[in-house]
């Protein structure tokens, strides 16, 4: 039982003090009158016991309201025990009286008199006693139960049938107080559950974010919270004094928290008592607040009335949707929206005549000013850029920024194709102009990429236009600007076919390996074949690797593409003899993909191919890229056993410095040195790498040798171990190169392998 509900127990038995002080009255008035009308001395005795018994009741109860309000729990507990034992006390005088008077005397009156008052003193105990059914049963039984034996005792069948309506009587009022019980519990219970529900709805209406009013029908207030009164700074005596709704709004408009005209409208939203959201701005221009007030009809016709502080929302609502229209560094417009704008003023412009461009604008250099001064250096250049385009234009054109290096300017109304042409150079002269940024001084350059409106024309097809355009430039050495022409579209158009079949042919399997050999010039074997990629389409005919492998690198195709190769290779090197090798190209995207090693060493696992047998090559674009990672992987390569030869030297930096740094077992030296051999300077230079690379314990191989006269030469060098070209074999199926190896290691002459003319053999070299 809660300590409510007990509290509300003990209280009951306390309650009725005139109730009490009667009976104590009427009870010593019965008791007189029955000793005087029956002059009988012992009944005289009841009257003191009487009157001392009632008022030692009724001093408890004077006690227990004057101490009630300090009471702790365990003190009150104490108070029902007392109040029992009192009331015990008064029943068993009042039993005894009525009994013995009952007994002692024949006179009609005088036993109405004492059973009238006991009667009315059960029944009115009945009706008190309520909280306590069982003190109320015992009271009852001391009171009422002496008085039916008495009455039972008399004999005669008048008074028997008084004894028993007397305890029929009995049992009802017991009956009937436990009945009083039960409704006085269910209305403690209730009224508790009430009054827990009401604290739990003030909490969580003065603890709630939104402000709150509720007005009646008659627009007086029911509830306001505190929010609400702190948001509105109201005077807090406001409540107090009862308010209807004008009160409230006008105290809010003499608060200043809304302005006149706000509160005006607020008022007839409460009037009107319909479902409506409005929005109220503050007169207070520092505070700047947004209220938003939501009006709710309630269902017997008042109104809830909603307030809440969405300035913050507002603001960050605000900021979003500037961020998400402007570059937040250079504070220019974005994609999306100058996308958005130029579509707008391309729908608008109806008149076919006006002409307009598009300008992509893309700085030259940006990559390495990042690199190598840091990013918030970048970041400064950029800023510069947007206020020099933003310094050069009209007010009418529109620049935005596209993210990373890439700007956008749309020139309207312009006359001819010479005005965007002029304003592109402009912009390609100005951005190259030096820039201090940070102390430091930096130039970068521009390149242009322009595009004309035409009747139609959508703002994605224009900037499209624009990108190949600029694509263009860029390719034409940059710091340039060049118009879009269809043929461009044409040309980006085949190569998205290209892209298409690519991965189509990778997924069906189109592409087919062929293998060049390379011959060793001391024992005029076949030492190793290079794998090289073919692809024989339907209509394209065979396609050169030279077209597919920068393609497939653009789309990322190159890591699955080089994977299948790599693959199929060492299966097709297991098909051959146990001294050649298979050696196969990595381009530098496929080099530096995370795990290059595990794809090599699981191509070398599922074929069974043993690790000296697979040759890598790589250019020297691999090993300019990320030096350490690259040096890691090679060694790594190198220490599981698979070679590395350096492929298409002396067509790039042809740093020495990389034969010396890297672990490479190879270099093979590019045709492109074989050209005018004969003269002085190329066989010099080859006969430097070579021995070069002999003395740091690496093979050489010469590439592309076409005619004897070139082998002759290289051979008289000495030191090239190996040769590759079309004099020996040009790339071949794999079926016609298991036929060479067979014949190069079987029992067939080279001579009748090789289309290699007798004279080269006669002349001395290996064939
Ligand atoms: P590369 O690795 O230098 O391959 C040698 C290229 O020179 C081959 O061209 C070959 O046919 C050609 N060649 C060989 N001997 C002679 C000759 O005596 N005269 C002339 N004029 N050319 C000769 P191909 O097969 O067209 O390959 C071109 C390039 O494509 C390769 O140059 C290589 O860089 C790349 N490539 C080929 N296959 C693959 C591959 O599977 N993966 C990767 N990443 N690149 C490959
Ligand atoms: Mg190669
Ligand atoms: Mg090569």
Redesign the pocket.
């Known amino acids: 039982m809660s300590p409510t509900i007990s509290a509300a127990l003990i209280d009951s038995l306390f309650d009725a003090f005139g109730a009490v002080f009667t009976g104590i009255i009427f009870s010593a008035i019965a008791a007189t009158l029955t000793a005087l009308k029956m002059g009988n001395g012992p009944i005289w005795v009841f009257v003191p016991l009487l009157i001392v018994a009632g008022t030692l009741r009724a001093l408890d109860l004077r006690r227990y309201h004057a101490s009630k309000s300090t009471l702790t729990a365990e003190a009150a507990a104490q108070w029902p025990q007392r109040y029992q034992m009192r009331a015990m006390i008064q029943a068993a005088v009042i039993g005894l009286w009525c009994s013995v008077t009952l007994l002692s005397s024949d006179d009609a009156v005088v036993h109405m008199i004492c059973l009238s008052v006991t009667t009315g003193i059960v029944a009115g105990a009945a009706a008190r006693a309520y909280g306590r059914v069982s003190i109320f049963r015992l009271q009852a039984l001391l009171m009422f139960g002496p008085v039916v034996i008495a009455l039972a005792l008399r004999g005669t069948p008048y008074y028997i049938a008084m004894s028993v309506i007397c305890a029929a009587f009995l049992a009802a009022v017991v009956q009937l107080s436990a009945n009083l019980h039960r409704i006085f519990m269910r209305a403690v219970v209730a009224r508790e559950r009430e009054a827990a529900l009401a604290g739990q709805f003030d909490t969580a209406l003065n603890n709630m974010p939104h402000g709150l009013c509720m007005f009646r029908a008659d627009g007086q207030l029911a509830v306001m919270n505190r929010r609400f009164n702190e948001m509105m700074i109201l005077p807090g005596d406001l409540v107090q004094h009862g308010a209807d709704a004008p009160d409230i709004v006008s105290a809010c408009v003499s608060a200043g928290s809304i302005s006149a005209d706000s509160g005006r409208m607020i008022l007839s939203e409460i009037e009107n008592s319909q479902a409506r959201d409005i929005i109220t701005t503050d007169p207070d221009v520092v505070r700047a607040r947004s209220l938003s007030w939501t009006f709710q009809p309630m269902t017997d016709g008042g109104t809830v009335v909603l307030l809440e502080d969405i300035t913050e929302r507002r603001m960050a609502e605000a900021r979003i949707s500037h961020l998400a229209r402007y570059d937040e560094l250079t504070e220019l417009p974005n994609r999306l929206n100058f996308r958005d704008e130029i579509g707008r003023l391309l729908a608008a412009s109806d008149d076919a005549e006006r002409l307009s461009a598009l300008l992509f604008v893309d700085l030259d250099q940006f990559k390495q000013v990042n690199d190598t001064l840091g990013h918030p250096c970048g970041d400064a250049l950029l800023c510069a850029v947007a206020e020099r385009l933003r310094a050069m234009l009209r007010p009418e054109d529109f620049v935005a920024r596209f993210g990373g290096d890439e700007f956008v300017v749309f020139q309207q109304d312009i006359e001819s194709q010479e005005d965007a042409a002029g304003l592109a150079r402009r912009i390609v002269d100005r951005l190259s102009e030096r820039y201090q940024v940070d102390n430091h001084l930096v130039e970068i350059g521009a390149s242009v990429g322009i595009a004309m409106t035409s009747a139609g024309v959508s703002a994605d097809t224009l900037l499209k236009n624009a990108d190949m355009a600029l694509y263009r430039a860029k390719a034409d050495g940059r710091g340039t600007f060049c118009f879009f022409r269809d043929e461009m579209a044409q040309t980006v158009e085949s190569r998205r076919i290209l892209e298409l079949d690519l991965r189509r042919a990778l997924a069906n399997e189109e592409f087919e ?2 293998y ?1 050999p390379l011959l060793n010039l001391k024992s005029g074997k076949i030492s190793t074949c ?5 692809w024989n389409h339907p209509t394209r005919g065979t396609v ?3 077209d597919i ?1 920068p393609v497939a690198e653009d789309m990322g195709l ?1 890591v699955d ?2 994977r299948w ?1 790599l693959r199929k290779a060492c299966m097709e090197c297991m098909k051959w003899p146990e001294a050649v090798s298979v050696a ?4 530098p995207q ?1 080099f530096h993909q995370r795990d290059v090693l595990s794809e090599v060493r699981y191509a070398l696992e599922v074929s069974g191919l043993p690790a000296h047998r697979l040759e890598i ?1 790589i ?1 020297e674009s691999s090993l300019l890229r990320n030096t350490q990672l690259t040096h890691d992987v090679l060694s790594q390569l190198h220490a599981i056993g698979v070679r590395i030869s350096l ?2 030297f002396g067509t790039g930096y042809s740093s020495l410095s990389y034969l010396h740094n890297f672990p490479l077992q190879k270099v ?1 030296i ?2 492109s040195f074989l050209e005018g051999i004969d003269t002085d300077r190329p066989l010099t230079l080859l006969r430097g790498v070579a021995r070069l690379s002999a003395d740091l314990g690496m093979s050489v191989v010469v ?4 005619t004897n006269e070139q082998l002759e030469l290289i051979n008289a060098e000495g030191t090239v171990t190996e040769a ?4 020996f074999s ?2 071949v199926p794999s079926v016609r190169v298991r036929q060479l190896l067979n014949a190069s290691h079987g029992c067939r002459s080279d001579e009748e392998i090789f289309a290699v003319p007798s004279r080269s053999i006669a002349s001395g070299t290996i064939f």
């Open positions: 390996l062929f060049q290079e794998a090289l990629l073919r050169s690797p030279i492998i190159i593409l080089g190769i196969v190209n990595f381009s496929q090559e250019t492929d298409d093979k590019d045709r590439e592309g040798i076409e590759q070209g079309y004099l040009r790339p």
